[in-house]
């Protein structure tokens, strides 16, 4: 039997019948993304901001980075910590004390920043949440298109927004006899660029300009901050430009644009932002989408085409519907799939790893977190859109010469992934980061995904460098105590609760470099090269235990009874959840997963650790456990209306998309399997694929 996509879809559709603050509704292309207010556009911003656990309306672009004047060009000045590696010293950025202002510029700069508010003003004045009634919002997920209702004045607004699925463009159609009175206009507002949450910084006017051009119907607004220059671009259909100046400079950085009086009172407007320079993307000249101006798409035009685009993505890839089952929790279960594909077409199609808030504000500065990636994206692979995943893939092979000059300033061989940085691939310093090893066999695992999803030796040959220098580091991090080969000091593992200086042997990173190491030699193998890691992969030490559990650290005895190590994420059942190692033992997994579920502290985990913990139930055979950890009411474990992941208790993480992501592998996990579902889950699939080890 076909699922019926569109059903699937549409019922799932984010309704909203008053104002929902703590949830608002984005649209997007993966590249590109605005944030709405009920209104449809960002007309309350300063609302929305307020509250410390805010979920800012923003709009943001992967390529929108600005430093402020004052960042360090490098981090050339930076002192190192001296970490004992086996009779060497090893530096690492750590410590911030002495060199505050350095560590701290290093870490903010480049930021992600706000490209510019978009909202509406009512007789030329800023409207009020007050005088706003009968608010209704839809968001279509089958169309891609946000549909808002509301009233002022007494009388109705209704605006439709989307953006363009392959240009950063917002398209918005506003339909109100105050449009007609001239009463109801569309204001922008262009921000100095942050490195909070917001991206935004009202209160540094002099530290950016704005200037307008008028030519053609057209306006263009081009924005210069700090060596950043950016445009926008507004195409207004039926509005006459007359009596603006050819060109003029903004010393507030605000405009209205007002549609006069005597029209229809529809108004269709697009909103095209463009870089010009960026000086972190520089190099290579593809990221810089802005060149010769090209006339934008008509409203009309541009609508077909998003329609067209999204009722493409929504056929093209994997689809599970679980409306026939008789569990209750199937149909929370099926918005939560549905919204996340939603949300990672429109955060995470590009071409690099997303932050972990996506396009929708700062979190670390808009930074990626490379140990993220593979909850961010790995998904794709399963559920039949393994392009998607090759996009933000490729960052690797932009930043090994960077992954190199890493390694080799440590004395290692090889290629060592950045953990927290900005598009360049820069390490920015931190007490952690700096410390973290498993996100490096990350490029293997998403690289050998990508090949089973579409096996072509022409992708071989294009990641061999890059899954061989990996492997190159790994084994060259490794250090050998006789004849057993261990992960010692110094790191700090996925559980970021142990001493760097003391860890021995964390099981995660243990089996995960066992896995990639023996992977690497197959990969090889494909090319017709020998083998050259699997000795040191069979070498290495076994996953600790103790009492018929799996331990956190091989130096952890008292995993589960002594604070801190009953916290944060219980990364040891991951070996046996994201992989399937062959030295665990299943009894003892299932028995450790049970100690875990008895002591652990759940307010201390994050939004993946909750798919992970089911992926490793799963594996067990534990289906019912499965489903009841990935729906366990916790704090972090929060699914808002718009289907983001939010981290209860944190006022930076309004939303997680690891969460979101680790959902649909632990979902696309269970659909290729042949265990299924449980008995109460009647699961019709379609277009998964199995790739997962």
Same mark, same amino acid.
């Given at each position: ?9 549409? &019922? ?8 929902? &603050? ?72 750590? $410590?911030? /004390? ?10 903010q700069n480049p930021h992600k920043f706000h490209l510019g508010i978009i909202g509406f003003t009512l007789d030329n004045a800023p409207l009020s949440l007050a005088a706003c009634t009968a608010c209704e919002q839809t968001l279509d997920l089958w169309t891609g298109r946000l549909s808002s209702r509301w009233t002022v004045a007494s009388q109705p607004v209704r605006a439709e927004t989307f953006v363009h ?92 644009? !007002? ?26 000249? !593809? ?39 008789? $569990? ?28 972990? =808030? ?50 080799? /300033? ?17 390490? +920015? ?59 010692? +000091? ?70 589960? &009874?002594?604070?801190?190590?009953? =916290? ?16 665990? !033992? ?61 981290? /209860? ?45």
């Amino acid at each position: 039997m076909v699922i019926d996509r569109h059903a699937l879809v549409s &019922r799932h559709n984010p309704r909203y019948t008053a104002i929902t &603050r703590g949830a608002p509704l984005s649209v997007g292309n993966g590249t590109f993304c605005f944030t709405a207010d009920f209104t449809g556009l960002q007309t309350f911003f300063d609302a929305y901001n307020a509250a410390d656990d805010s979920f800012p309306l923003c709009t943001m672009a992967e390529w929108g980075w600005h430093s402020y004047p004052d960042a360090p060009a490098d981090a050339s000045a930076l002192r190192l910590t001296p970490f004992d590696t086996f009779g060497r010293t090893v530096g690492y950025p750590v $410590d911030p /004390s002495g060199q505050e202002e350095l560590f701290r510029s290093l870490r903010q700069n480049p930021h992600k920043f706000h490209l510019g508010i978009i909202g509406f003003t009512l007789d030329n004045a800023p409207l009020s949440l007050a005088a706003c009634t009968a608010c209704e919002q839809t968001l279509d997920l089958w169309t891609g298109r946000l549909s808002s209702r509301w009233t002022v004045a007494s009388q109705p607004v209704r605006a439709e927004t989307f953006v363009h699925p392959w240009e950063d463009t917002l398209y918005v159609r506003v339909v109100s006899p105050l449009i007609a009175a001239g009463k109801l206009r569309v204001s922008l507002r262009f921000p100095y660029g942050s490195h909070t949450k917001s991206g935004a910084d009202f209160t540094h006017s002099p530290g950016h300009s704005t200037a307008l051009h008028s030519r053609g119907g057209e306006l263009t607004f081009e924005r210069v901050m700090d060596g950043v220059r950016y445009r926008l671009r507004v195409r207004a259909g039926g509005i006459s430009l007359d009596g603006l100046p050819g060109t003029a400079s903004l010393p507030d950085h605000t405009f209205t644009i !007002d549609a006069g009086t005597g029209r229809t009172g529809t108004l269709a407007l697009a909103f095209c932002f463009e870089p010009m320079r960026i000086p972190v993307l520089d190099t290579p000249e !593809d990221f810089i989408k802005g060149g010769p101006e090209q006339e934008l798409p008509s409203f009309s035009q541009a609508e077909e085409t998003c329609r067209a685009f999204w009722e493409g993505y929504w056929t093209a890839g994997g689809a599970l519907d679980l409306s026939a089952s008789t $569990d209750r929790r199937a149909g929370e279960l099926e918005r939560r799939l549905v919204l996340s594909q939603y949300l990672m077409a429109i955060q995470n199609r590009g071409i690099f790893p997303p932050a972990e =808030t996506g396009l929708s504000c700062n979190s670390w500065y808009g930074k990626f977190h490379l140990e993220m990636h593979f909850w961010h994206s790995a998904h794709f692979a399963l559920w039949g859109r393994a392009a998607l995943l090759k996009k933000s893939l490729a960052f690797y092979r932009r930043i090994l010469p960077v992954a190199r000059c890493i390694a080799a /300033s440590q004395g290692y061989t090889g290629a060592r992934w950045p953990k927290m940085c900005d598009p360049r691939g820069f390490n +920015a310093p931190s007490s952690i980061a700096v410390l973290l090893l498993w996100q490096q066999p990350h490029p293997i695992m998403l690289a050998e995904l990508c090949y089973r999803a579409a096996p072509e030796e022409a992708f071989l040959r294009e990641y061999r460098d890059v899954v061989l220098e990996t492997a190159q580091f790994m084994e060259s991090f490794i250090h050998w105590e006789g004849g057993r080969a261990v992960l010692a +000091a110094p790191y700090i593992p996925a559980q970021e609760r142990h001493d760097p200086k003391t860890i021995l042997n964390a099981p995660y990173e243990l089996e995960y470099f066992r896995w990639a190491l023996k992977q690497v030699d197959g990969w090889l193998a494909r090319l017709g090269e020998g083998p050259c890691f699997g000795e040191t992969a069979e070498r290495l030490a076994l996953p600790p235990q103790k009492d018929g559990l799996y331990l956190a650290a091989e130096n952890c005895p008292d995993t589960f &009874r002594t604070f801190p190590f009953y =916290t944060d994420h219980p990364a040891m059942l991951a070996m046996y959840g994201v992989l399937a190692s062959e030295k665990v !033992d299943p009894p003892r997994m299932s028995a450790t997963l049970d100690k875990v579920l008895e002591v652990w502290d759940w307010e201390s985990l994050w939004g993946w650790d909750f798919p992970m913990m089911a992926m490793t139930a799963y594996r067990l055979g534990r289906l019912e456990d499965a489903l009841d950890i990935l729906l366990r009411d916790s704090p972090k474990n929060t699914y808002l209306p718009n289907g983001h992941n939010k981290q /209860s208790g944190s006022d930076e993480l309004p939303l997680y998309l690891p969460g979101n992501g680790g959902l649909l592998l632990a979902l696309g996990m269970m659909a290729t399997d042949t265990r299924g579902f449980p008995p109460s889950f009647n699961v019709q699939a379609e277009g998964m694929l199995k790739v997962l080890p």
